[in-house]
């Protein structure tokens, strides 16, 4: 079987045509797709309804599969691209017009693998001006194919903090699934996106009733649905009953980096190089050739690379003015600086964050214009020396 992620349609969002009781603000008129707008505020997000006494939520559309199909409902693997549109599955959870008045933007339309940082630039900049910046608005959802589901999550946590919840959600079954997940959780992630009890926590994953740090969680599972785990620091609350629970009060990761991302246009390239026996020290040279900005070794164990390997590093780091962070190929753990290195001024460790994330803050930073000095600071607050 092949996986068809491709352009998996999850077709405009503003198709909310879901039924409501709630009284009309604006005229109402039908718009492309079979929607019917009620409500266009400043920023012209359309709403479906807009009951004032309910919170008000944009969801953000990036594609993925949880509008994926399959003739075969016992399917998880092998579905078809774009099959179902959005309007279906938001028509199959009316319940969220009772959580919240909801507004669709459609930033982009791939599967997860083709998410790009200019998306992310984008989507951050747009939550920033349309939720944070407006007072009337609790907070954002993204609906994302889960694949990359973290690396954007970690993105939206550095650039997004306006104590605003985004919730960033996505489904591991396709919509004709026996017990698809994305309604569910389509449903608990605008739950928590509307909740106050959800301010303050940075970006969220809300997947399978757990609600998960996005500056932590990671996908530890290809297939199954428990796939989101912070595996080490637990989740932050869960959704029962269609109602969150959070276990502790509101808190910030340890060494999260704030980046303020008005003035930042372009990600500078960041290669992850994937440590294993015998790897070669020139795969290093090839991403600098290539024209990488920033490396992150996937290291062995809490960042291991061979002998070789190290010399290498430390010609790019110094030589070259690239930095290259140590994180670790084993899926969870901790690369402290000491293990990578007695040498702090060439070394970086990634702490907690693994490759992936690795990669995005070391996105950031360079965008920022930090020199390696800067970045290497910023990693060490996320590391136990
Ligand atoms: C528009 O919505 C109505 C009512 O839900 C439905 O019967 C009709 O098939 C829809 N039309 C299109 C083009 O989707
Ligand atoms: C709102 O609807 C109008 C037309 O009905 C459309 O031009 C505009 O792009 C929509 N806004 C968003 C954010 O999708
Ligand atoms: C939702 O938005 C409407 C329209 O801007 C506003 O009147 C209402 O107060 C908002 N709801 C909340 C709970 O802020
Ligand atoms: C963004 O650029 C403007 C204009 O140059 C400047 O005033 C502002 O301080 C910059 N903001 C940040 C966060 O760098
Ligand atoms: C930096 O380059 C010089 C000259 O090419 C070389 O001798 C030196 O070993 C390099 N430094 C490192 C840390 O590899
Ligand atoms: C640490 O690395 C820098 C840059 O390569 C070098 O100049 C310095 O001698 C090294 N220090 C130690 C203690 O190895
Ligand atoms: C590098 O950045 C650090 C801290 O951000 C700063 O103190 C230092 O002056 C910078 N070094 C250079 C050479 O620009």
Redesign the pocket.
């Known amino acids: 079987m092949s996986f068809s992620f491709k352009t998996l349609a999850v077709s405009a969002l503003a198709v909310l045509s879901t039924a409501s009781n709630a009284s009309p603000v604006h005229l109402r008129r039908q718009a492309s797709g079979n929607t019917t707008i009620v409500y266009t505020n400043a920023n012209g997000l359309n709403f479906t309804q807009m009951n004032p006494s309910l919170p008000n939520v944009t969801i953000f559309a990036t594609g993925g599969t949880i509008a994926g199909s399959d003739p075969d409902s016992s399917a998880t693997t092998g579905y078809q691209a774009g099959a179902v549109g959005v309007e279906s599955l938001i028509n199959a959870v009316p319940l969220i017009t009772t959580k919240a008045n909801v507004a669709g933007v459609q930033i982009a339309n791939v599967g997860s693998e083709d998410v790009t940082s200019s998306i992310l630039v984008k989507l951050s900049k747009q939550i920033n001006k349309v939720v944070c910046n407006d007072p009337t608005m609790a907070g954002a959802v993204i609906t994302h194919g889960t694949d990359t589901l973290e690396e954007t999550a970690f993105f939206m946590d550095a650039t997004v903090n306006c104590g605003k919840p985004v919730v960033i959600v996505g489904a591991m079954r396709p919509s004709t699934a026996i017990s698809a997940d994305g309604p569910y959780n389509l449903l608990e992630a605008v739950t928590v996106a509307a909740s106050p009890k959800a301010r303050n926590r940075g970006a969220m994953v809300v997947m399978n009733d757990r609600i998960t740090s996005a500056y932590y969680v990671t996908k530890t599972n290809a297939n199954t649905m428990d796939t989101f785990k912070a595996l080490e620091m637990g989740n932050l609350g869960q959704v029962i009953s269609d109602t969150p629970f959070f276990f502790y009060p509101p808190a910030t990761p340890t060494g999260k980096h704030v980046v303020d991302i008005s003035n930042i246009t372009v990600i500078p390239r960041v290669d992850i190089l994937y440590a294993y026996l015998d790897m070669p020290s020139d795969m290093l040279y090839n991403s600098v050739k290539s024209g990488a900005k920033g490396i992150v070794i996937a290291g062995a164990g809490a960042g291991g690379v061979s002998t070789p390997f190290n010399s290498a590093i430390e010609d790019v780091v110094n030589n070259h003015t690239i930095p290259v962070v140590q994180s670790f190929r084993t899926g969870n753990g901790e690369v402290p600086l000491s293990d990578v290195s007695s040498n702090t001024s060439t070394h970086i460790a990634s702490g907690y964050l693994n490759p992936q994330k690795s990669r995005i803050l070391l996105g950031l930073l360079l965008a920022e214009g ?5 970045i290497a ?1 910023v990693f060490a607050r996320g590391t136990d020396d």
């Open positions: 930090k020199n390696i000095t800067g600071e």
